[in-house]
């Protein structure tokens, strides 16, 4: 088959062809379907369309003056194609920490978040990591904690982190956390406090305190009746069983204590 003269012009883009054929070549070896036009614009000559997708050219297709459309369409895109490329989602519907259920702690371990404590049964079970009470409470509840930290009361121990049940009102009594200093307790809000023993004289004897963990706000509002003694603070008195004397509660917030009259 011979190419036209003008028509071979497009031969680079879409391939010779014939106008009398339905079927064209495209030169990227795309299949081309053609339409005849059948109109004719009225002074005897008439345009051949040939359309690539991307360009549109017309040319004179000789003598016969018909018209002839060629389209082509891209079989990777579609005759739809927008242009712009479906990736796919990125999103991932599992994602780590939110597959069911708070984490397994120690209650003496303190192996939950920052803003976690372990809410346990007792300080030898198993718990779970909870979230920490958003404020703590300023009333005096004794409680001991399983890290041998005496609180002020259960919220109090929790706002700390720490797994605490309610006790006596010594706290942790004998068995807690012992110290010559506020640095010898290792409990976050922990301070050292010390029952120095009976009379003003005692302030002198080196004896262990005890970790007491206590809110800044605490008060000894509704406190537990303390044993019917007085107390005085080894720092700011009083040093003998009057009127002033302090009850146990008082003597906690004081710091370092003795016992006045019996």
């Known amino acids: 088959m011979s190419c036209r003269p003008l028509a071979c012009s497009f031969a ?16 990227d070896g795309r299949t081309s379907s ?27 297709d000789g003598p016969d003056d018909t018209t002839t459309t060629v389209s082509t369409t891209d079989p990777e895109t579609g005759p739809n194609d927008t242009g712009t490329e479906d990736t796919g989602s990125t999103s991932d519907a599992d994602t780590t920490g939110t597959d069911g259920g708070p984490l397994v702690c120690n209650p003496v371990a303190a192996d939950c978040a920052a803003d976690e404590y372990c809410d346990s049964a007792d300080c030898v079970t198993q718990g779970v990591c909870t979230a920490r009470p958003e404020v703590t409470d300023p009333t005096m509840q004794p409680a001991c904690g399983c890290d041998g930290t005496s609180y002020w009361n259960v919220q109090h121990a929790h706002w700390l982190g720490a797994t605490a049940f309610q006790s006596e009102l010594g706290g942790c009594g004998v068995n807690g956390a012992t110290c010559n200093a506020d640095g010898d307790c290792a409990a976050d809000g922990a301070t050292c406090v010390t029952d120095h023993g009976l009379g003003p004289g005692s302030c002198a004897n080196a004896e262990l305190g005890n970790c007491w963990a206590m809110p ?16 005085g603070s080894c720092t700011t008195g009083p040093n003998q069983c009057d009127a002033n004397y302090l009850v146990f509660c008082e003597a906690l917030l004081a710091g370092d204590y003795f016992a006045i009259c019996l």
Do not use: H, R
């Open 34 to 60: 053609s339409a005849d036009a059948t109109a004719d614009d009225g002074d005897g000559t008439a345009t051949t369309t040939l359309t690539t997708g991307l360009t549109t050219t017309s040319a004179d």
């Open 12 to 27: 680079l883009l879409v391939g010779c062809f014939d106008p009398s054929s339905d079927d064209v070549a495209s030169d």
């Open 216 to 231: 800044a706000n605490a008060d000894c509002e509704n406190a537990p009746v303390g044993p019917d003694v007085g107390f």
